[in-house]
């Protein structure tokens, strides 16, 4: 069973770079077939979509965010990273990375987020 | 605002059946398959249905789900004391071209 654990500062200045890496175990992120998804939830709130990356590379990121997220993979360490520049007090939140199944078939569109880290707070203040 | 739509909560009696609704437009429910996940109070989400009505190994077969139109539904039958938690439906959206979810459902046992 695969097992996903999120590290980094708990802490980000405003206007800094909040930086996560999830480190995945039980599984290798460059087998293909999954796709590493990075989610949040704001303090007493719903769930959002950050974005995910495949182990080519290749991503989709939140509409709403892209201008000031990256995430990449390192198949060698068997992580996946998330980088959300510019941060302001909105985007403290409790960040999640998780494995996704993404796939089309005859129902449509298959995406979702079978394993789950136990989620790291990070709060963005001075 | 939440691209789903669901009720803030539900409740029910232990035994009793609780569903939750989420409703969704033809770019997201209405073209792709729906999941849901339970969120117990201090953890990570859990899957416990994809692909509209797929359940994960080790889900109680006591949580269904459905899809119908842009609408889809979970439902907890035989409603017990542990499964007081937060329940969120999600989808992809081909408009947005990624994950959306719902904006939770807080199941409550009485």
């Known amino acids: 069973q695969v097992q996903l654990q999120e590290s980094g500062p708990g802490l980000v200045k405003p206007s800094q770079t909040l930086s996560l890496t999830c480190t995945v175990s039980?599984?290798?992120?460059?087998?293909?077939?999954?796709?590493w998804s990075w989610i949040r939830q704001h303090p007493g709130k719903g769930l959002e979509w950050i974005g995910y990356?495949?182990?080519?590379?290749?991503?989709d990121y939140n509409p709403s965010l892209k201008s000031r997220l990256t995430i990449s993979v390192d198949t060698s360490k068997n992580q996946f990273s998330l980088k959300l520049s510019s941060v302001t007090a909105a985007d403290t939140a409790v960040y999640y990375c998780a494995s996704s199944a993404y796939y089309f078939d005859s129902s449509g569109q298959n995406y979702f987020l079978d394993y789950w880290g136990q989620g790291t707070l990070v709060t963005v203040s001075s | 605002q939440s691209e789903l739509t669901q009720p803030p909560s539900a409740s029910g009696t232990p035994g009793q059946r609780v569903t939750i609704s989420c409703s969704g437009s033809?770019?997201?429910?209405?073209?792709?398959?729906v999941n849901w996940y339970q969120q117990l109070p201090g953890t990570a989400p859990k899957l416990i249905i994809y692909?509209?009505?797929q359940r994960p190994s080790g889900v109680p077969d006591r949580f269904s789900g459905s899809k119908s139109g842009t609408s889809a539904s979970l439902a907890i039958s035989g409603l017990q004391s542990e499964d007081e938690a937060d329940y969120y439906c999600a989808a992809w959206d081909d408009s947005l071209n990624g994950g959306v979810f719902g904006g939770g459902t807080k199941v409550t046992v009485l």
């Open positions: 692909s509209n009505n």
């Open positions: 033809s770019s997201n429910i209405g073209s792709n398959t």
């Open positions: 039980g599984g290798s992120i460059s087998s293909g077939g999954y796709y």
């Open positions: 990356i495949y182990y080519s590379g290749s991503t």
